[in-house]
């Protein structure tokens, strides 16, 4: 080791100058993030679900009218936001403006629809159930901390990721960001929805009323 | 700069119709869902089919939406199984430990 490796002998794809996994680094950022995220949401969701099965008496409050069909509605709007953000990415990898611009305004409407359907729903439970994070009119205590934490921080997400999308759609119109910017904005909201895949049948459809 | 930009491969993944296929069937599984919440099945065997219901339309997404299925292996392997793992991890004790007061009869 006392002599120093001749330069151009050993290439290595982590020396620099290249891009191991053949995209860009802030590509990867976004990607090492989603895979922090994701824990984070399987924790609480894991949690969640111990506490759910340790619990033979837990509430089961929702019914078809509104709960199920809202949640249901906003299952299909997040769905269809992930379409249209796939088909931005798209059209900014071909280097349409104008299209880009269109899905991504269409994506944010449907994220901004999905937080203020979601906004009524905690409405409904906080004033006309009286549900909080520590108590609730139907038992379990833990019903009230569990929801509101799950779906409170996944709310957060899609309120950031609305955000997130209107400046890299701003960017993109001036320029200033590039196709792999509103790709990497993709990345972020598809994990959105992809935690809501989770969240929509384990918190709403394993407490289904079935009396009603 | 340069040469790290043309060591990124762009791509076309999917098409629009692939997309839309995608997105019909992520709103099937989730029609079947809603349906199986209806029927009258013990918490864990919901909890069970649910989940993998869950675990197929996160493939989807993951896959076709997140375009990892035409990314190169190596970025598959860097993130999904240290993923996995930790998950798996954190479900080690999860069953037994869970139903413990349900087995127990308390209730």
């Known amino acids: 080791m006392s002599q120093a490796e001749p330069?151009?002998?050993?290439?290595?794809?982590?020396?620099?100058g290249r891009a191991p996994f053949a995209i860009s680094s802030n590509k990867l950022g976004m990607w090492l993030f989603i895979i922090s995220d994701s824990l984070t949401f399987s924790a609480l969701l894991v949690a969640y679900a111990y506490v759910r099965l340790a619990n033979p008496d837990w509430p089961r409050?929702?019914?078809?009218?509104p709960a199920i069909a809202k949640s249901t509605l906003m299952t299909l709007i997040l769905l269809s936001s992930s379409l249209t953000m796939v088909?931005?990415?798209?059209?900014a990898h071909r280097g349409d403006r104008a299209k880009t611009i269109k899905y991504l305004i269409w994506t944010m409407i449907f994220g901004a629809a999905f937080v203020v359907i979601h906004a009524t729903e905690w409405y409904t439970l906080i004033v006309t159930e009286h549900v909080?994070?520590?108590?609730?009119?139907?038992?379990?205590?833990?019903?009230?901390?569990?929801?509101?934490?799950?779906?409170?921080?996944?709310?957060?997400?899609?309120?950031i990721g609305v955000v997130y999308l209107a400046i890299v759609a701003a960017g993109f119109k001036n320029d200033k960001y590039d196709a792999t910017d509103v790709e990497v904005s993709g990345l972020y909201w598809h994990f959105v929805d992809l935690v809501w895949m989770f969240i929509f049948p384990l918190l709403y459809l394993m407490s289904v009323n079935l009396k009603g | 700069?340069?040469?790290?930009?043309?060591?990124?491969?762009?791509?076309?993944?999917?098409?629009?119709?692939?997309?839309?296929?995608?997105?019909?069937?992520?709103?099937?599984?989730?029609?079947?869902?809603?349906?199986?919440?209806?029927?009258?099945?013990?918490?864990?065997?919901?909890?069970?089919?649910?989940?993998?219901?869950?675990?197929?339309?996160?493939?989807?997404?993951?896959?076709?939406?997140?375009?990892?299925?035409?990314?190169?292996?190596?970025?598959f392997l860097l993130l999904i199984p240290a993923m996995v793992f930790c998950i798996c991890m954190m479900l080690i004790m999860f069953f037994p430990d869970s139903l413990r007061v349900v087995d127990l009869g308390v209730h």
Do not use: C, D
């Open chain 1, 7 to 16: 330069e151009g002998i050993i290439e290595s794809s982590w020396s620099g």
């Open chain 1, 61 to 65: 409050p929702f019914e078809i009218w």
């Open chain 1, 87 to 91: 088909l931005g990415v798209a059209s």
């Open chain 1, 132 to 159: 909080t994070p520590w108590s609730n009119p139907w038992g379990v205590p833990l019903f009230g901390g569990t929801f509101f934490g799950l779906t409170g921080l996944h709310m957060l997400h899609v309120t």
């Open chain 2, 1 to 75: 700069m340069s040469a790290h930009n043309a060591a990124i491969e762009t791509h076309e993944a999917g098409s629009t119709k692939l997309f839309a296929i995608v997105w019909f069937w992520l709103l099937a599984f989730t029609g079947i869902e809603v349906f199986l919440a209806y029927l009258r099945l013990a918490p864990v065997l919901m909890l069970t089919i649910l989940i993998g219901l869950s675990l197929v339309k996160a493939a989807l997404i993951i896959s076709y939406f997140m375009h990892l299925r035409f990314e190169r292996l190596g970025l």
